[in-house]
């Protein structure tokens, strides 16, 4: 008599997702062409391909903490580790239900109002999720603790700082930094809060024009320079907002001291082919690396980047400024800088 023993059956391994995507593959899908190409401009190189959404802006583990990043300790199994991307997952199902709501087989359908905030903490996530974003928090962190680093020295040891040694978080740290912000929900607030008090304006591409978008979509521009946290970020007075939805329609925000485009917002409107490149070259500005779009026809922004070369290394994230000429005024009896028009200040020289 044949017996067969049954063993009971372990547990299926974890799946693990390692293609991590900073920029949405359902996202990504508006902005293909009718044969199915999405094509990717390499902004350092010039180079020009086409590829898959599931190809691009992605890194293999982007999302993933590493050991020493949790507090107490390492991070012991991929339940933790997973964590970032399995929010990112979720994020993703959200923005493609707020993006079909606004759109409806690639018509404009209007924003209600129960919808307006929902966009809003959509693009603040997007905003934050990205390879640039990270940098740039990288190097915020970097540098301010190399300041307090300085700033010790020179307190224990007066006429010393210079000797203070640089500070570098390591990459463990970083992660869980930029994790951490992601999934908190006062940075969306902040963001969406701030986005929602804009004007609004859908702007439709016309015949023979197509928005683009890149691997840093939600893309800003600011209209005044100044110094301080009130002159670099989303709260600043003037800052204009362009976030592409697809080839043919472009969110645009503009906080409430800029001119609001000739629309309402409960309409689209049909703008010109000189704003459609205004929009992508502000796209391209902001643009980590990779810019992508519908046509292999990238020559207006090849001749924007050739105007601009220090955006084919960089990304215009920073907004440094450059100042022509510091003017200052009495405030309360002291005497400050003067929060001067940009014709006063210059960002990097932008040619536009």
């Not at 109002?113 to 190097?139: E, G, V």
Request: with cysteine; charged share 25%.
């Amino acid at each position: 008599m044949l017996v067969r023993l049954q063993y009971p059956m372990s547990s299926p391994p974890i799946q693990k997702t390692v293609k991590q995507h900073y920029v949405p593959r359902l996202y990504l899908r508006n902005f293909k062409n009718p044969d199915g190409k999405l094509w990717v401009y390499n902004k350092a190189t010039g180079f020009i391909l086409h590829s898959g959404e599931s190809k691009v802006a992605f890194e293999n583990g982007f999302y993933d903490l590493v050991d020493g990043s949790l507090e107490g300790g390492a991070a012991e199994d991929w339940n933790e580790k997973d964590r970032g991307e399995r929010a990112m997952s979720r994020f993703d199902l959200e923005l493609d239900r707020v993006l079909k709501l606004l759109l409806s087989e690639g018509q404009f359908v209007g924003i209600k109002n129960d919808i307006r905030n929902a966009t809003a903490f959509a693009m603040a996530i997007q905003h934050m999720r990205t390879a640039s974003f990270r940098d740039r928090m990288d190097q915020v962190a970097n540098e301010s603790m190399s300041k307090l680093s300085q700033s010790f020295i020179e307190l224990n040891f007066p006429g010393q700082g210079h000797l203070a040694p640089t500070v570098e978080l390591t990459d463990a740290f970083l992660r869980q930094e930029h994790i951490n912000t992601i999934l908190d929900y006062d940075h969306w607030r902040l963001f969406g809060d701030a986005i929602a008090t804009h004007r609004w304006a859908f702007c439709i591409a016309p015949p023979g024009s197509s928005f683009i978008t890149s691997d840093e979509p939600v893309s800003m521009r600011f209209h005044f320079a100044g110094q301080g946290p009130d002159f670099g970020g989303i709260k600043s007075k003037g800052v204009e907002i362009v976030y592409p939805l697809n080839i043919r329609f472009a969110l645009v925000t503009r906080e409430a001291s800029l001119p609001p485009l000739p629309c309402s917002e409960a309409m689209p409107v049909q703008v010109e082919p000189d704003f459609v490149d205004y929009c992508n070259n502000l796209v391209a500005a902001n643009s980590h690396r990779f810019i992508f779009g519908s046509s292999d026809d990238f020559g207006k922004i090849t001749l924007f980047l050739d105007r601009n070369q220090e955006l084919r290394q960089r990304p215009w994230g920073l907004w440094e400024t450059k100042m022509s000429k510091l003017r200052w005024v009495k405030e309360n009896g002291r005497r400050v800088p003067k929060q001067d028009m940009i014709s006063q200040r210059r960002f990097l020289d932008i040619n536009w």
